[in-house]
């Protein structure tokens, strides 16, 4: 990333936030953690080999009497909450580091499926369900970050609840039941509205029972970054939130573990 393109995308960001909060400070704002916490309880993809580790490096009083404690840890890099860089399903787009801080930070909405997919675990979120929203709401404007709510992230982390299967492996794959972006929402997300990033409550953008993975295909290839497992969105109102979603920036990463946050009025 260059210095340039940094500063450019800090200036943008800024824009989006003063006009959002309309001249409050970043300390007027309320702010919402969507971000589940890293340890052996996070949820990876079942066919992962090995999921979130941390081994003791140090722990306790040193020689010379004072105390110092430090860890290492292994983590897949698409698990928990976590960002899909476009690389993840288009080959040569954008890694995880060649992202703009512009493209992880500005406007949000939520839009709530909850009362659909919780009793349609295959639930396939419709351009019906943005258009509904845009009638109630207002139109959204190119560069916003749309946020899905299904109502999942109630159950996370049981496993079986969030993913429709306990099972872990390749014979899981089959069993995974959770609602997801159509193929039909992606392209229309993508052409018709501009997104700059999409997010969801769920284990992937794809719903459970994807085996071509279309919604990821389609958005990743326009360079739309995707947020998935993201946490706390029942605290969030249906508009007028500024997003930022940094995830550790891995050098030519498909993917990263993701810190997102939300400024709300209070």
Same mark, same amino acid.
């Given at each position: 990333?260059?210095?340039?393109?940094?500063?450019?995308?800090?200036?943008?960001?800024?824009?989006?936030?003063?006009?959002?909060?309309?001249?409050?400070?970043?300390?007027?704002?309320?702010?919402? &953690?969507?971000?589940?916490?890293?340890?052996?309880?996070?949820?990876?993809?079942?066919?992962?080999?090995?999921?979130?580790?941390?081994?003791?490096?140090?722990?306790?009083?040193?020689?010379?009497?004072?105390?110092?404690?430090?860890?290492?840890?292994?983590?897949?890099?698409?698990?928990?909450?976590?960002?899909?860089?476009?690389?993840?399903?288009?080959?040569?787009?954008?890694?995880?580091?060649?992202?703009?801080?512009?493209?992880?930070?500005?406007?949000?909405?939520?839009?709530?499926?909850?009362?659909?997919?919780?009793?349609?675990?295959?639930?396939?979120?419709?351009?019906?369900?943005?258009?509904?929203?845009?009638?109630?709401?207002?139109?959204?404007?190119?560069?916003?970050?749309?946020?899905?709510?299904?109502?999942?992230?109630?159950?996370?982390?049981?496993?079986?609840?969030?993913?429709?299967? &306990?099972?872990?492996?390749?014979?899981?794959?089959?069993?995974?039941?959770?609602?997801?972006?159509?193929?039909?929402?992606?392209?229309?997300?993508?052409?018709?509205?501009?997104?700059?990033?999409?997010?969801? &409550?769920?284990?992937?953008?794809?719903?459970?029972?994807?085996?071509?993975?279309?919604?990821?295909?389609?958005?990743?290839?326009?360079?739309?970054?995707?947020?998935?497992?993201?946490?706390?969105?029942?605290?969030?109102?249906?508009?007028?939130?500024?997003?930022?979603?940094?995830?550790?920036?891995?050098?030519?990463?498909?993917?990263?573990?993701?810190?997102?946050?939300?400024?709300?009025?209070?």
């Amino acid at each position: 990333m260059k210095p340039g393109q940094i500063v450019l995308g800090m200036l943008f960001s800024f824009l989006f936030f003063h006009q959002i909060c309309e001249g409050q400070t970043i300390q007027d704002l309320k702010w919402i &953690d969507l971000t589940y916490p890293f340890s052996e309880k996070t949820l990876y993809w079942p066919n992962n080999p090995k999921g979130f580790t941390r081994d003791t490096l140090h722990e306790g009083l040193t020689e010379k009497g004072y105390y110092y404690s430090a860890f290492s840890f292994y983590a897949p890099e698409h698990g928990g909450t976590h960002l899909d860089a476009p690389s993840h399903f288009a080959e040569g787009n954008k890694t995880v580091d060649q992202l703009t801080l512009d493209q992880l930070m500005g406007n949000a909405v939520v839009i709530d499926v909850s009362a659909k997919a919780l009793v349609d675990r295959d639930y396939l979120i419709s351009i019906d369900d943005v258009v509904n929203w845009e009638k109630e709401n207002g139109p959204i404007d190119p560069n916003t970050i749309i946020l899905f709510r299904t109502g999942y992230g109630k159950y996370y982390p049981d496993r079986k609840k969030y993913f429709g299967t &306990d099972l872990k492996g390749e014979e899981a794959i089959s069993q995974l039941h959770f609602p997801g972006v159509s193929e039909e929402l992606a392209l229309f997300l993508t052409t018709s509205r501009k997104v700059k990033a999409v997010g969801i &409550d769920t284990p992937s953008i794809d719903y459970g029972q994807s085996d071509h993975f279309r919604a990821h295909r389609i958005l990743l290839k326009e360079n739309v970054p995707v947020f998935e497992n993201v946490a706390h969105m029942d605290q969030l109102p249906v508009k007028d939130i500024y997003l930022m979603a940094l995830p550790m920036l891995l050098e030519n990463g498909s993917g990263a573990p993701l810190r997102i946050v939300a400024g709300i009025k209070k």
